[in-house]
Every structure is written in structure tokens, then in C-alpha cells.
């Protein structure tokens, strides 16, 4: 069998995709899919870390708009992430994973604080260490958590699972003739302003050298497919 091209990764996993057609809340049947899909690449040796957003129970920036502070509006979009993290967790371990959740933002009584040797020595014994609150500071998305974590753990890629398959020059959902990309440059992201990651996601991967792979996780086994080097979603790179 071939080996896996990567050893180390981080999965960035959106709020969005563990909530499934529903939009909101969790989808339990896509957090077990998941948790099978990462499962299958631990048991290859790979080193995964994970970071989970919160869209599916608030987006502090679009949900607060114009009715809170956007400081408090994101600490409550940390807190969803939190959420997640933890019903991650939780599926993981049913399905035989052993995890630890470190968040940004200490909560001594539910997780660990994020220690990047911790993290490190977890990666190393074959844990997966699922992180939550973000960056742990306001201002800053998810999308820039994961380029920022996966340059503190020394991934080998970002993994970037979303309910869209890859990169497009416009929307496919509301443009059927949007073209798909199977590679494209961090420079040609961002010149051309792809909702890819936010600006400051994409800069930071771009700074660190580390690869964007994007791909649709309504089929978790693509999890397992972008390590093992096949060509599918789209290749962010230099």
C-alpha cells in the first residue's frame, strides 16, 4: 500500500459542514462519518490536529452585525466552537480515537489551555488534538486559526474541509458555469479576492509555506485521499 504524502496535518473542519443540510446545530451522522474518516488516517500513522469552527450556532462578525460589540460578538463565536469541539470529541472516542481538545481561551474544567509542546507531544503518541476558541482572540477567524496552528505544530499541509469541492473563479451555487481550479497560487487568492480563507488566513499560509488543500467533506474518505496524493478539490500553493 502506498504511504500517505503527508505525516503531520491540520483539518480545518467548518461549523457549516458538521451541521449538514440543516445548516444549523450538529448533524451526529456527519460528526460519526468524520470521526471514521480521521480514524482511518490515524490508524495509517498520519498526526492529525483539528480546527473546528462555529458557523452552525453563531458567526460572531455576520450574527452580531450591528447589535453587539464585535469583541463580545466573537468571544460567543469562540464558545461555538467550543461546542463542536467537544461533540467531536466526544464521536471520536466512541469510535476509538484518543483526543484532546485545547482551546484558546482557558476552560480548565472541560478542556486543556492550547500548549503548542502539549499539542506537540499529543501529535507525537497519536492523539488527535482537536482545538477550539480560534486563535483566542477577537478579530481573527477560524480560517486563520487553522493557518496559524498548523505553523505552530509544523503540519505538513492545512486540509481545508468545506461543502464546496475546491476553489472556483465565482460561485457554483448561484453560477453554474464557475469554473473549478485544480491548482492556483496563494498570490492569484488573493489578487483575485477567492473565498478561499480570509485575507490574513491565506497570507499566513503563504508566509509558512504551507500547502491548502481544499475539498468537499460530505465524503470523509476524501480526508483520506488528500493525504494519500490523489488529485481532488484544488491545491493552494506557491
Keep these: 500500500m502506498n504511504s500517505p504524502k503527508y505525516k503531520r496535518v491540520l483539518l480545518k473542519v467548518s461549523g457549516e459542514a458538521l451541521a449538514g443540510e440543516q445548516k444549523r446545530g450538529l448533524n451526529f451522522d456527519i460528526l460519526d462519518a468524520v470521526a471514521k474518516g480521521v480514524k482511518e488516517c490515524v490508524d495509517m500513522g498520519v498526526e492529525i490536529g483539528i480546527v473546528v469552527g462555529g458557523g452552525n450556532f453563531w458567526r460572531g462578525q455576520k450574527d452580531g452585525a450591528e447589535h453587539m460589540e464585535r469583541t463580545r460578538a466573537d468571544h460567543m463565536g469562540m464558545l461555538a466552537t467550543t461546542i463542536n469541539a467537544l461533540a467531536l470529541a466526544d464521536v471520536m472516542e466512541k469510535n476509538g480515537l484518543d483526543v484532546r481538545v485545547q482551546t ?3 476552560m480548565a474544567k472541560i478542556a486543556e489551555p492550547y500548549i503548542r509542546l502539549k499539542a506537540i507531544r ?15 482572540n ?12 498548523a ?8 486540509l481545508l474541509a468545506k461543502n464546496i469541492d475546491g476553489v472556483y473563479d465565482s460561485d457554483p ?4 458555469e464557475a469554473k473549478k481550479f485544480d491548482h492556483i497560487s496563494y498570490k492569484e487568492v488573493l489578487s483575485r479576492g477567492l473565498a478561499v480563507m ?14 491548502v488543500l481544499v475539498f468537499a467533506i460530505s465524503d470523509p474518505k ?6 494519500m496524493g490523489e488529485n481532488i478539490g484544488t491545491v493552494v500553493e506557491a
Design 104 to 106: 484558546g481561551i482557558d
Design 122 to 136: 499529543h501529535l507525537e503518541k497519536g492523539r488527535v488534538v482537536i482545538f477550539g476558541c480560534g486563535t483566542g
Design 138 to 149: 477577537p478579530f481573527f477567524s477560524t480560517d486563520t486559526a487553522a493557518a496559524l496552528r
Design 151 to 158: 505553523a505552530e505544530i509544523s503540519a505538513d499541509a492545512i
Design 173 to 176: 451555487r448561484t453560477n453554474p
Design 198 to 211: 480570509d485575507t490574513t488566513a491565506t497570507a499566513l499560509a503563504m508566509d509558512n509555506n504551507k500547502p
Design 222 to 227: 476524501n480526508i483520506k485521499r488528500v493525504l
